[in-house]
């Protein structure tokens, strides 16, 4: 099979900015031709089924790189999360052209834009993520205790843990900002029958949570409303505890005191807070390919950025816990349970969709295992509570 000059052209300039990507030899393969990166056995392969522009990997290699896979005109030969691991541990050496990328990388963070943002990406069907999520449909971190517990059961654990973290107690209120289709306040309400709110922008979530009460039979316990986080002081609301879990990335750095600002007001003095989400060690705009296709507007948070606001509205820092290796584990069962369902899924969208999925999946497990992101679950009060015990009463000898 011939060749243009033109193609061999973008080729040679394609393999001479991987070369920057030596951690981990791979391969490199065109139709006529291939290439060893690095020095040693190739720890995998990637095909090229067409040769992708210089100019569209430095304005964005991530985003040249992701849509590439999604047209299929690059394949990963063997395991795609065994070579995104070895591949994204060098993020650092991506190129990313920021002032060529604004409308992607700094959107805005406007009520209106934010709800059309969420409702992109949760509310493409209830049953799509029924099919990989587990039972609970918990589409967060789960908290694996032993080796061999089922995602379903990591999932419990991980609300059980959350819950006994909020040291709740028969009577008491409790808001989650951002409740996804309800599991967490479900068990909070059966288990220590406190009284519930969650609150969503997607109305996939809202009505299966709806739902979900009904048939339970715990409509005196819990309710769901459509709303943005900015709204809860014009309720005038006042919460003994407060839980967000996964929510927070939505948020938008402009925000996130906002964010705070709004929880220090519907929380009780010395009602506890627990904040659970996504961070990184510095301050970063984000991903171009994830915020295009994934999380329109996501913006991961660093710690350190979070606490320092968190000072603003007196919150006092109980506890920080990391747990970034939970998320690889859930993000490797939830992609095992994607690819087993792929013939159901391929009836519900077309390739291009479910290899971008895919590589999503794939690549936020391989982002948490080399530590790019983290997952962080931080544990607070308003104000000082002396009235809690002095030792970590929800540590692992309670389950």
């Known amino acids: 099979m011939f060749e243009t000059l033109q193609e061999k052209t973008e080729e040679k300039a394609m393999v001479q900015f991987l070369e920057r990507f030596t951690d981990y030899p791979f391969l490199v393969k065109f139709k006529n031709s291939e290439h060893h990166i690095g020095e040693g056995e190739p720890t995998f392969t990637v095909n090229f089924k067409k040769a992708i522009p210089l100019a569209d990997l430095m304005k964005s290699t991530s985003l040249a790189l992701g849509e590439a896979y999604m047209r299929g005109d690059l394949d990963i030969e063997g395991n795609l999360y065994e070579a995104l691991d070895h591949f994204l541990g060098q993020m650092g050496k991506f190129s990313t052209n920021e002032s060529a990328l604004k409308k992607i990388m700094f959107s805005s963070t406007s009520k209106k834009n934010q709800e059309k943002e969420v409702t992109s990406h949760y509310d493409i069907g209830n049953d799509f993520y029924k099919l990989w999520l587990d039972e609970t449909m918990s589409y967060s971190c789960g908290y694996f205790i032993h080796e061999d517990d089922t995602l379903y059961q990591a999932q419990v654990n991980k609300v059980d843990y959350i819950l006994k973290k909020l040291h709740l107690e028969e009577g008491m209120s409790l808001l989650d900002i951002g409740c996804g289709w309800g599991f967490l306040l479900i068990e909070a309400a059966k288990k220590y029958k406190v009284h519930g709110t969650g609150i969503t922008l997607s109305h996939e979530q809202y009505a299966e949570f709806q739902r979900r009460i009904k048939d339970q039979g715990l409509e005196d316990y819990l309710t769901v409303e459509l709303m943005d986080y900015r709204d809860l002081p014009k309720k005038e609301y006042q919460f003994d505890r407060v839980v967000s879990v996964g929510m927070l990335e939505h948020v938008g750095r402009d925000n996130y005191q906002l964010f705070l600002d709004c929880v220090e007001k519907v929380l009780k003095p010395g009602g506890l807070f627990l904040l659970h989400f996504i961070s990184a ?73 479910l290899r971008m999925w895919d590589l ?38 309670f389950f």
């Not at 996501?298 to 968190?310: A, D, F, K, Y």
């Not at 920080?320 to 994607?338: A, D, G, S, V």
């Open 281 to 353: 060690l510095k301050e970063h705009p984000g991903d171009p390919w994830v915020k295009k296709y994934i999380f329109p507007g996501g913006t991961v948070p660093s710690l350190r950025e979070i606490l320092n606001h968190m000072a603003e509205d007196n919150f006092h820092t109980l506890d920080i816990e990391n747990l970034r290796l939970h998320y690889n584990k859930t993000l490797l069962h939830w992609e095992k349970n994607f690819r087993d369902n792929i013939e159901k899924e391929k009836t519900m969208f077309d390739e291009e969709f």
């Open 360 to 397: 999503y999946l794939s690549a936020c497990a391989a982002t948490f295992h080399n530590g790019i992101i983290d997952l962080h679950q931080i544990l607070m009060t308003k104000g000082v509570n002396n009235d809690l015990p002095m030792t970590r009463w929800y540590s692992l000898k």
